[in-house]
């Protein structure tokens, strides 16, 4: 793997429903309402009924003094079970959320396998890249803990994992 590449693993764990954890991720317009590192989303073209096809504009800041701007178009959609997008922009890339539940215990799972786009990330990326985990990592901590309690649910637990390959 190049030192700009990475594949971030995160699991959510929380207390609710598949079907209200499902439409809290399958929302990102109102992600800025709840998950502080998200400033800003604009749905660019609507897409299907289902959300495939749809072209959201991200705007995200971690602890890390930078903002991360990137596109995300919905490429598949499976209920309460899949939702996948590829990144273009400040990050490239495919990201997957997958959704799974045992009683009223719902597994969230995110990865997130991109580059970096912009040329001080990539320049900084052999030095910097445990810097830009942690921040991912906070950035993903962040929306677990805000997901439950815009759920009024508890988080059972985090996990996060990089990939080297």
Known sequence: MHASEYWFITVWKIGAPIQA??????DPAAWPQ???CVERVSEVESGAADGVGALHRYVWRGRLPYRVRFDMRVTRVKP???LEGVASGDVEGIGRWTFSSSDELTAVRYDWRVRTGRGWMNLLAP???PLFEWNHD????????????????????IGHRERSS
């Open 127 to 129: 030095v910097a890249r």
């Open 34 to 36: 709840w998950w502080t």
């Open 138 to 157: 906070y950035v993903m901590e962040q929306g677990g803990e805000a997901l439950a309690r815009r759920l009024g649910a508890k988080l059972v637990s």
């Open 80 to 82: 309460l079970v899949l």
């Open 21 to 26: 954890v499902w439409d809290a991720v399958h």
